[in-house]
T-cell receptor
Framework: DQQVKQNSPSLSVQEGRISILNCDYT??????FLWYKKYPAEGPTFLISISSIKDKNEDGRFTVFLNKSAKHLSLHIVPSQPGDSAVYFCAASGIVTGGFKTIFGAGTRLFVKA | SAVISQKPSRDICQRGTSLTIQCQVDSQVTMMFWYRQQPGQSLTLIAT?????????ESGFVIDKFPISRPNLTFSTLTVSNMSPEDSSIYLC???????????FGSGTRLTVV
């Protein structure tokens, strides 16, 4: 039972264009959502987050949008740069069955072409 | 945020043997978390390691297979016991980052069982 899904295993974007990474979740009890970035041979690093009381959070080139009714969030990177090429994980946190949980998606590999 | 040193970074092991993964944090933390990422899958929490008490294992993970030690507030080990090829994964330790429900991760251990 995948509670957090990233349906696109990979995404290729031209440098300077927008990258849009999508994430869907199933449990409405999740109330905090995070994006992590992972380079090869490194651990995931925190990128940006959003609380369920908001529908948008922006940090420089990175913006996360949350649509609670659709249980969907997306990460926008504008403009995309070759250094953004990495695997991006979304995660959902909240008090669910069994206590406080953070559930990760399987990741989307972003390729930004120069 | 905390800095985590994890080793080994990778290993190739024979089936039936065991491997111990070490994580050292540069500050004292109450809880340390151990994750597994199987190929193409999401980050899955194996257990939470608390200093001075038994680790708390998630559903599907047992102490006999993944014994954990937590001798002090800056160090933890995870052992993958009696390995089979299905244990081939990336194993990551992490700590709470202290902000926004986020986590700081070690660089991971890529384990291949042959």
């Amino acid at each position: 039972d995948q509670q957090v899904k990233q349906n696109s295993p990979s995404l290729s974007v031209q440098e300077g264009r927008i990258s849009i990474l999508n994430c869907d979740y199933t449990n409405s009890m999740f109330d905090y959502f995070l994006w992590y970035k992972k380079y090869p041979a490194e651990g995931p690093t925190f990128l940006i987050s959003i609380s369920s009381i908001k529908d948008k959070n922006e940090d420089g080139r990175f913006t996360v949008f949350l649509n609670k009714s659709a249980k969907h969030l997306s990460l926008h990177i504008v403009p995309s740069q070759p250094g953004d090429s990495a695997v991006y994980f979304c995660a959902a946190s909240g008090i669910v069955t069994g206590g406080f949980k953070t559930i990760f998606g399987a990741g989307t590999r972003l390729f930004v072409k120069a | 945020s905390a800095v985590i040193s994890q080793k080994p970074s990778r290993d190739i092991c024979q089936r039936g043997t065991s491997l111990t993964i070490q994580c050292q944090v540069d500050s004292q933390v109450t809880m340390m978390f151990w994750y597994r990422q199987q190929p193409g899958q999401s980050l899955t929490l194996i257990a939470t390691a608390n200093q001075g008490s038994e680790a708390t294992y998630e559903s599907g993970f047992v102490i006999d297979k993944f014994p954990i030690s937590r001798p002090n507030l800056t160090f933890s080990t995870l052992t993958v016991s009696n390995m089979s090829p299905e244990d081939s994964s990336i194993y990551l330790c992490s700590v709470a980052s202290g902000t926004s429900y986020g986590y700081t991760f070690g660089s991971g251990t890529r384990l291949t069982v042959v």
